[in-house]
Structures are given as structure tokens and as C-alpha cells.
């Protein structure tokens, strides 16, 4: 079994800064790809950041130079630094990875229940 639970979320005015969390456990090989997605009501999930194990990172245009990716490793933990926030980044954001597990041959995808950001004043 694997988990990811996201942490972090929460209640923001326009401009404030939130740090999310995430934490891959379980019978767990080796963590390729981790990401971070948000939906927001009524809309599609989309992306807002991934990074690579070896750290290469890649944004959505809408975040790029407010929110940071970044991963450690040997915790198997994904963080998104989100700041200068604004409204339309109110969503649920959702934690993603791509890992080998002790009890399949190969790489799967796994997602997180998500983190609730609201941005209001």
C-alpha cells in the first residue's frame, strides 16, 4: 500500500504564502516524478508544478516566478511554496507521483486526497 497525504492548506489573504506538503509512505522502491495538480469547482484538473528525482522542474505558465517545487529526497516528500496568491488560485490541490512499489514490476501512478487553498479577503 502506498499513501501520499498532502498538508499546508489553508485560508489566505490575496498576497499571503502557503507552504504545501506531501509525504509518500508505504512499500515504497523508488519515487520517480512528484507533482502537484489543483481543481478547482466546476473546472478540470490541471497542472500547476512537477519535479524530477534528480530535480529538474517545470511550472504551468500561470504559477511561474509565485510558486516553487521543490522534493527531498530521503523523505520522500514533495513541497509547493505558493506566494503572492490570488483568488483564482483558490482550488484543491492534489499531490502526484510516479513510483516502483515492493509488490509491482513496475512504475504507477498515485495521487494524494488533496489540500484545500482558499485565497480571500
Known amino acids: 500500500q502506498v499513501q501520499l497525504v498532502e498538508s499546508g492548506g489553508g485560508l489566505v489573504q490575496p498576497g499571503g504564502s502557503l507552504r504545501l506538503s506531501c509525504a509518500a509512505s508505504g512499500s515504497i522502491l523508488s519515487i520517480a516524478d512528484m507533482g502537484w495538480y489543483r481543481q478547482a469547482p466546476g473546472k478540470q484538473r490541471e497542472l500547476v508544478a512537477t519535479?524530477?528525482?534528480?530535480?529538474?522542474?517545470n511550472y504551468a505558465d500561470f504559477v511561474k516566478g509565485r510558486f516553487t517545487i521543490s522534493r527531498d529526497n530521503a523523505k520522500n516528500t514533495v513541497f509547493l511554496q505558493l506566494n503572492s496568491l490570488k483568488p483564482e488560485d483558490t482550488s484543491v490541490y492534489y499531490c502526484?507521483?510516479?513510483?516502483?512499489?515492493?509488490?509491482?514490476?513496475?512504475?504507477?501512478?498515485?495521487w494524494g486526497r488533496g489540500t484545500q487553498v482558499t485565497v480571500s479577503s
Open positions: 519535479i524530477t528525482k534528480g530535480g529538474a522542474t
Open positions: 502526484n507521483a510516479w513510483l516502483f512499489t515492493i509488490a509491482t514490476s513496475g512504475i504507477g501512478n498515485y
